[in-house]
């Protein structure tokens, strides 16, 4: 089974500064999709950002970045010009490339960023 | 375009009373899933179904149970709640092809007392 661990439980970051939170997963699979998703006060679950396996290109949105690091099994969130709007929490989450997995996700425990004006 | 909704959004419950969660979406996916969100443990997978009429088991399905009589709808109910099933209840639906993103509801916070 997969398994993935968010190592920091809280981070904090001044806001228009630089953050990276981290992911680690653990995977015998090949081919699988990683995301981060954002949860603010408002319980709402919201994607952040994609990342294909098969993919050397790290993903971007906007001021959203991620190292992906397959052979380490890494895959870092940065957030670039933190906002105050950025606090929330964040999951890394992973998905299963086969067919048989019907799209089910397993999440880290999550970091919650608090951002400082 | 309503996306994900769940009703309710908030639930206190007695031990041993029973409940039905319902999750609907609009954007005819084919895959529905269940999951709780408790403090450092992220989200775990309830149930989850591939299509109408279908359900299965996830990662903590004890003390549950599902139904998808249609397409659009994904019940979850507890028969007999205890305080362990406190919770925060997410539905989510996603389109079956591969790497689809899965769309969330907003949440049901469930309180058992």
């Known amino acids: 089974a997969q398994t993935v661990t968010q190592s920091q439980p809280e981070m904090s970051v001044q806001e228009a500064e630089t953050v990276t939170l981290s992911c680690t997963y653990d995977?015998?699979?090949?081919?699988?999709?990683l995301f981060w998703y954002k949860q603010p006060p408002s319980r709402q679950m919201i994607l952040v950002i994609r990342q294909e396996a098969y993919k050397q290109q790290n993903a971007t949105e906007n001021r959203f970045s991620v190292n992906f690091q397959k052979a380490a099994k890494s895959f870092s969130l940065k957030i670039s010009d933190s906002q105050l709007g950025d606090a929330a929490m964040y999951f890394c989450a992973y998905r299963s490339g086969g067919g048989t997995s019907y799209g089910k996700l397993t999440f880290g425990q999550g970091t919650i960023l608090t951002v400082h004006p | 375009n309503a996306g994900v909704t769940q009703t309710p959004k908030f639930r206190v419950l007695k031990t041993g009373q029973s409940m039905t969660l319902l999750c609907a979406q609009d954007m005819n996916h084919e895959y529905m899933y269940w999951y709780r969100q408790d403090p450092g443990m992220g989200l775990r997978l309830i149930h989850y179904?591939?299509?109408?009429?279908?359900?299965a088991k996830g990662e903590v399905p004890d003390g549950y149970n599902v139904s998808r009589l249609k397409k659009q709808n994904f019940l979850l109910g507890l028969e007999s709640a205890a305080p362990s099933q406190t919770s925060v209840y997410f539905c989510a639906s996603s389109y079956s092809w591969t790497g689809g993103e899965a769309f969330f509801g907003q949440g049901t916070r469930l309180t058992v007392v």
């Open positions: 179904s591939v299509g109408e009429g279908t359900t």
């Open positions: 995977t015998s699979e090949s081919d699988y999709y």
